[in-house]
């Protein structure tokens, strides 16, 4: 399949350590945001959401922490294991009456063994 | 299957050529998105559909782009007289609700390359 994220920031790390990903929104108005996952060749995957309401949202071996002071959001993956290799994008969803997620430029994770 | 189906997975178009990318949502979601993906790049929105109703089409690059969802469900996107510079990954997404209340999940995409 083709590849996705050919020039995208990278993130290399050991196995079974925690990685960290953080993305930087646009717009201080937007109140929803989700998280996706994108493996080579496949579609974006959902991973996890938060509203603008919480600052913090755990799931599964993974935790989003949003700063709406500055605009920031981040992806917390405990225990990275070798399938968590991807490229990871942050999207953003602005206001009543608009009807578009808008994602950030991606990160590429390695997990190395 | 459960997920969101796009066909056809691939698609080799000569430059000029018409071309129709078909989606099938999850059955019952109200939301409806088509992206374009280019390569090392992230989603770029096209359009969404709440229903059959387009609601938004603003990021349609040209005239030559034209989606429809006729009866809410299975949606086509249609690009006419394809050029190099749509070469990309079109992906469909659906939600169950509107957009910004629940997650949007999304199809393997259509890799559209024009020679």
């Known amino acids: 399949g083709e590849s996705v994220g050919l020039h995208l920031p990278t993130l290399s790390v050991q196995e079974g350590d925690n990685s960290i990903i953080n993305c930087a929104y646009s717009?201080?108005?937007?109140?929803?945001f989700i998280w996706y996952k994108q493996e080579s060749g496949k579609g974006p995957q959902f991973i996890i959401d938060?509203?603008?309401?919480?600052d913090k949202r755990q799931g599964q071996r993974v935790t989003v922490l949003l700063n709406k002071t500055v605009k920031h959001l981040s992806l917390q993956i405990a225990a990275t294991q070798p399938g968590d290799s991807a490229v990871y994008f942050c999207?953003?969803?602005?206001?009543?009456?608009?009807?578009?997620?808008?994602f950030g430029t991606g990160t590429r994770l390695k997990v190395l063994a | 299957g459960a997920g969101v189906s796009q066909s056809p997975r691939y698609k080799v178009a000569k430059r000029g050529q018409d071309v129709a990318l078909r989606c099938d949502p999850i059955?019952?979601?109200?939301?409806l998105f088509w992206y374009q993906q280019a390569l090392g790049q992230g989603p770029e929105f096209l359009t969404y559909?709440?229903?059959?109703?387009?609601?938004?089409k603003s990021g349609l690059p040209s005239d030559r782009f034209f989606a429809e969802r006729p009866e809410g469900s299975v949606s086509t996107l249609k690009i006419q007289r394809t050029q190099q510079e749509d070469s990309a990954v079109y992906l469909c997404?659906?939600?169950?609700?509107?957009?910004?209340?629940?997650?949007?999940?999304f199809g393997q995409g259509t890799r559209l390359t024009v020679v």
């Open positions: 559909f709440q229903n059959e109703a387009q609601l938004d």
């Open positions: 997404a659906s939600s169950l609700g509107e957009v910004g209340s629940a997650e949007a999940f």
């Open positions: 717009n201080s108005a937007s109140d929803y």
């Open positions: 938060i509203r603008s309401n919480m």
């Open positions: 059955s019952g979601h109200v939301s």
């Open positions: 999207a953003e969803n602005c206001c009543s009456g608009t009807y578009k997620y808008i």
